[in-house]
């Protein structure tokens, strides 16, 4: 299959209102083109220096979202186009984006990622890291970032039991912080949950938001 058809295919099966982030990590400019120009304009990279170089080359319209760990020192470098940052997993890294979106006199919309694989390999907040950052008051401070929801990674298993528990946990929990800090912010409203081989699943615990990169680009080779 091409990126063509996949992309065609990908959008046409998911429901309205799940956008689609391609995530291009790894792959060459011209995988992107191809995605372009089957009409896609949300892409996906986790690695700042790749992302740059790939921004500065392709189409202005497209929106670009970071979806990896973030190292605060290179804020700075994606803060003038980036368009959402779905990894934001401390005080700091916050306090850094709203820094750097306001030297650019912009607002940076951002996840929230939260930890809810039972794996120690990846980043995120637990639940309770999470509420004490939301009560900190830190959020009202930061007027160059608007958070609108929460990112999670399921543990990367087959057990679609655990995959579809781990997901629910984070729909629930993204309630609970909407009831509790954001009910009259409409832009709170994102769940970017949801990879190539559990993309479906997190569909149905309601995710608005699906990383796919393998099952549009193919393998990476890194
Ligand atoms: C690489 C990556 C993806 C896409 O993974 P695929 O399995 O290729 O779909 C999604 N989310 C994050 C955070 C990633 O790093």
Same mark, same amino acid.
């Given at each position: 299959? #091409?990126?063509?058809?996949?992309?065609?295919?990908?959008?046409?099966?998911?429901?309205?209102?799940?956008?689609? +982030?391609?995530?291009?990590?790894?792959?060459?400019?011209?995988?992107?083109?191809?995605?372009?120009?089957?009409?896609?304009?949300?892409?996906?990279?986790? %690695?700042?220096? $790749?992302?740059?170089? %790939?921004?500065?080359?392709?189409?202005?319209?497209?929106?670009?979202?970071?979806?990896? @760990?973030?190292?605060?020192? %290179?804020? !700075?470098?994606? =803060?003038?186009?980036?368009?959402?940052? @779905?990894?934001?997993?401390?005080? %700091?890294?916050?306090? $850094?984006?709203?820094?750097?979106?306001? /030297?650019?006199?912009?607002?940076?919309?951002?996840?929230?990622?939260?930890?809810? =694989? /039972?794996?120690?390999?990846?980043?995120?907040?637990?639940?309770? $890291?999470?509420?004490?950052?939301?009560? #900190?008051?830190?959020?009202?401070?930061?007027?160059? +970032?608007? +958070?609108?929801?929460?990112?999670?990674?399921?543990?990367?298993?087959?057990?679609?039991?655990?995959?579809?528990?781990?997901? =629910? !946990?984070?729909?629930?929990?993204?309630?609970? +912080?909407?009831?509790?800090?954001?009910?009259?912010?409409?832009?709170? /409203?994102?769940?970017?949950?949801?990879?190539?081989?559990?993309?479906?699943?997190?569909?149905?615990?309601?995710?608005?938001?699906? /990383?796919?990169?393998?099952?549009?680009?193919?393998?990476?080779?890194?």
């Amino acid at each position: 299959m #091409s990126i063509s058809s996949n992309i065609k295919q990908l959008q046409a099966s998911i429901p309205e209102g799940v956008t689609l +982030v391609a995530v291009s990590k790894f792959h060459p400019v011209e995988a992107l083109q191809e995605a372009y120009a089957a009409g896609q304009r949300v892409f996906g990279e986790n %690695k700042a220096q $790749e992302l740059l170089l %790939k921004q500065e080359v392709m189409p202005k319209d497209i929106q670009w979202h970071f979806i990896g @760990h973030l190292q605060s020192n %290179k804020v !700075k470098t994606i =803060a003038p186009f980036i368009h959402t940052i @779905h990894s934001i997993d401390s005080a %700091k890294l916050l306090q $850094e984006v709203d820094k750097q979106a306001a /030297r650019f006199n912009r607002t940076i919309r951002v996840l929230l990622q939260i930890y809810i =694989a /039972r794996e120690d390999t990846k980043f995120g907040l637990s639940f309770e $890291e999470c509420i004490e950052l939301l009560e #900190s008051g830190l959020i009202a401070d930061c007027k160059h +970032v608007e +958070v609108c929801g929460l990112m999670g990674m399921a543990t990367n298993t087959d057990n679609e039991t655990q995959i579809c528990d781990e997901f =629910a !946990k984070l729909n629930t929990f993204f309630k609970t +912080v909407k009831a509790s800090y954001f009910s009259n912010q409409d832009s709170f /409203r994102e769940i970017s949950m949801g990879m190539s081989h559990d993309y479906k699943l997190a569909i149905a615990e309601g995710s608005t938001m699906i /990383r796919v990169g393998s099952s549009i680009f193919g393998e990476r080779s890194y």
